[in-house]
């Protein structure tokens, strides 16, 4: 992947609506795209009903470039997708949004992503013009996106394909307790069983002990984890703490 590599160009296609365009540059601004292209908008531009629904993304809308024929739009690009979602009869790869953002992330030079009008998407000879489809792959009884939600799928893709955000994170989760303060759990348990006649059966003592301390590793509890989980085993054996004065 190149870190040089631009942001992908968005170039709608006789769009209808200045609501959807305005929905639409919300969605690219949430993902870091900003370079709208408007092809032919039907209403002109600008136009006034697209800043109030791009919902403070107005930097999109003002920065819009209007051309008036999609190869003028795509001129300066090395390498373009025309979204459909239904492909036709046209030689050509397919892409899901995941596997366009991949591609536009490792090419050396600009990209541009094409969408076609809400009513009835991209013609054949616009799709010809791109070099790859990006097809969404949607439920095959209910294949309704509207243009602002194919934007937003494909800007998603293309931003989490550069991101390191892990797909699972603790917050405030200060790493697992030293192995001396889980030790003292383990006691504090054990001695809390013993009085308690828990490991009452002949023989299994020791597998019974060896559980629980499987169990209280296994977690990697934090530290005042350990210290809350080692509270709790006195305050049920009847073990008063000391009271700790907060210090300022």
């Known amino acids: ?7 992908p ?75 459909t979602v239904r492909p036709r009869r046209i030689t050509k790869p397919v892409l899901t949004p995941a596997g366009a953002a991949v591609e536009i992330r ?15 998407g991209l013609e054949t000879d616009e799709l010809a013009l791109a070099h790859a489809i990006l097809s969404v792959p949607v439920n095959s009884e209910f294949g309704s996106l509207n243009l602002a939600q194919a934007v937003l799928i494909a800007a998603f893709e293309w931003f989490k394909a550069g991101d390191a955000t892990p797909a699972v994170s603790l917050e405030n989760y200060a790493g697992p307790a030293a192995h001396a303060e889980l030790e003292r759990l383990i006691v504090a348990v054990d001695e809390v069983l013993e009085a308690a006649d828990y490991f009452n059966v002949a023989g299994r003592v020791q597998k019974s002990k060896r559980n629980i301390r499987n169990l209280l590793t296994r977690p990697a509890f934090s530290e005042d984890e350990v210290r809350t989980l080692r509270g709790i085993v006195h305050a049920l054996a009847g073990k008063r703490r000391p009271k700790v004065t907060p210090q300022d």
């Open 106 to 120: 490792a090419h050396a030079g600009a990209s541009g992503l094409i969408f076609g009008p809400e009513r009835a």
């Open 1 to 7: 992947m190149s870190a040089s590599t631009p942001a």
């Open 9 to 83: 160009a968005v170039i709608l296609v006789r769009p209808q609506l200045g609501e959807n365009i305005g929905a639409c540059a919300r969605a690219m601004l949430n993902f870091g795209l900003t370079d709208m292209r408007l092809v032919a908008p039907r209403d002109g531009w600008p136009n006034p009903e697209a800043w109030p629904r791009a919902s403070g993304a107005d930097r999109v809308l003002d920065a819009a470039r209007v051309y008036a024929t999609l190869p003028e739009a795509i001129a300066d690009l090395s390498y373009v997708y025309a979204t």
